[in-house]
């Protein structure tokens, strides 16, 4: 079935690094856009990242360029956030999350299929 | 940015009421509106995308109408299992995609 896993995350001290991984199973990786999103406890929704099939196209959160990456390997089904001089307000879970379509006149993007989420605690 | 303003926030209703939640967007964002329900500890689920088409497998219960600057989300009959945190996401103006703070539905 659809399934996204994903992996990575953990306690680290600010400044530190956090490599975050995400499995996807049951579709065909290389044709959706997918997105990182993120929620801080007790708190909303926040996107994150999100890049295209191919990888050509990659934007960024504004509190988080500069200091995350994100990439994906198309023939592992494989999708990476690597998260750098990180901060205690990155705390969160960090979720995954495939890009579908639906077209009419237009296309209209929405997250259809999302992981488990990962936790990511940066403290001291 | 466009921002996402949910009301209320929070609402208390019992079994079998109908519920209403709003979603305005700052500027239009013609009806490119989706829809989630998070359960405390689990991932968001899709509802509504494209402001009214119910995703597959949603009851039909849910429904999703509005176009520009205002959306609702309607629950027709509120079942035990619908208690949870709505959220609402605009897909027009990315990026940043942006989510609304969301409305927590509690049993009254």
């Known amino acids: 079935q659809v399934q996204l896993v994903e992996s990575g995350g953990g306690l680290v001290k600010p400044g530190g690094s956090l490599r975050l991984s995400c499995a996807a199973s049951?579709?065909?990786?290389?044709?959706?856009?997918m997105s990182w999103v993120r929620q801080a406890p007790g708190k909303g929704l926040e996107w994150v990242s999100y890049?295209?099939?191919?990888?050509?196209?990659?934007y960024y959160a504004d509190s988080v360029k500069g200091r995350f990456t994100v990439s994906r390997d198309n023939a592992k089904n494989s999708l990476s956030l690597q998260m750098n001089s990180l901060r205690a307000e990155d705390t969160a879970v960090y979720y995954c999350?495939?890009?579908?379509?639906?077209?009419?006149?237009?296309?209209?993007?929405?997250?259809?299929?999302w992981g488990k989420g990962t936790t990511v605690t940066v403290s001291s | 940015d466009i921002q996402m303003t949910q009301s209320p926030s929070s609402l208390s209703a019992s079994v079998g009421d109908r519920v209403t939640i709003t979603c305005r967007a700052s500027?239009?964002?013609?009806?490119?509106l989706n829809w989630y329900q998070q359960k405390p500890g689990k991932a968001p689920k899709l509802l509504i995308y494209?402001?009214?088409n119910l995703q597959s497998g949603v009851p039909s219960r849910f429904s999703g109408s509005g176009s520009g600057t205002d959306f609702t989300l309607t629950i027709s009959s509120l079942q035990p299992e619908d208690f949870a945190t709505y959220y609402c996401?605009?897909?027009?103006?990315?990026?940043?995609?942006?989510f609304g703070g969301g409305t927590k539905v509690e049993i009254k």
């Open positions: 500027q239009s964002i013609n009806n490119y």
């Open positions: 890049l295209g099939g191919s990888g050509g196209t990659i």
């Open positions: 494209a402001a009214s």
């Open positions: 049951g579709f065909t990786f290389s044709d959706y856009y």
């Open positions: 999350a495939r890009w579908s379509v639906y077209r009419d006149d237009f296309s209209y993007y929405y997250m259809d299929v």
């Open positions: 996401q605009q897909s027009y103006n990315t990026p940043p995609l942006t």
